[in-house]
């Protein structure tokens, strides 16, 4: 039911269960008084009029002053300035690409669904990527490791056979790999993958990058 509903229909049901939660959060006697205020001050503007932008503002500052007053023990703020520099990263990713008055909390989910959340790496970083999670992606160099049997292909793949299905998935992921490259590309191999005797990755030779 809920999937065939409109997205002003869907958010109406989305505000519901949200005002819900914060009355019931409000009617709780121990809770502290910046939560309150937060409550009582945010949760409307994202209800009732999908104000994102003003809600987070506000969950900032409510988090700032939790922050502020969390004991020196607690760890529950660890990563808290890296995630929140990250979602200002985001914001301002989106809002560059669309417009700020063109960015509207539908679209935001959207977009958040396919970026990564990961901070930005450091200046001079290397980074280090899944085939699957460099979709999309181009670097000046790619090094593509570990190109031994049971690793790419798979062991999976290797049981099926060469000519499965299976196979050919690891093939086409080979090749994403490879197309990530924009300058330079560097394949490699070794005999042992953690202790264990390996033999170079067939599509090695299926490239002709060593004898068959």
């Known amino acids: 039911i809920y999937s065939a509903m409109t997205p002003s229909t869907a958010a109406t049901v989305e505000g519901s269960f949200l005002r819900a939660f914060a009355q019931a959060a409000l009617a709780r006697k121990e809770i502290a008084a910046i939560t309150r205020n937060f409550l009582e001050q945010a949760i409307p ?3 009732d009029r999908l104000d994102f932008r003003a809600f987070a503002t506000h969950a900032f500052a409510w988090l700032d002053g939790m922050q502020e007053n969390a004991p020196d023990t607690a760890d529950d703020f660890t990563e808290y300035a890296d995630e929140k ?3 200002n990263d985001l914001i301002s990713e989106i809002s560059s ?3 700020v008055d063109q960015v509207t909390l539908h679209l935001l989910l959207q977009e958040l669904d ?3 959340k990961a901070p930005k790496p450091p200046t001079g970083a ?3 990527f899944t085939i699957h999670a460099s979709k999309g992606m181009e670097f000046g160099h790619v090094y593509l490791v570990g190109l031994v049997e049971d690793q790419l292909p798979s062991w999976a793949a290797v ?4 000519y499965s299905r299976e196979m050919q998935e690891e093939r086409r992921n080979c090749f994403v790999a490879i197309t990530r490259t924009e300058d330079t590309l560097t394949l490699t191999y070794s005999e042992r993958v953690q202790g264990w005797l390996k033999q170079p990755s067939r599509f090695l030779r299926e490239m002709g990058l060593i004898a068959a």
């Open 45 to 47: 503007k994202l209800a």
């Open 85 to 87: 520099a990250t979602w």
């Open 97 to 99: 690409q669309y417009g």
């Open 114 to 116: 396919l970026r990564s």
């Open 126 to 128: 290397v980074p280090c």
């Open 159 to 162: 049981k099926k056979g060469d």
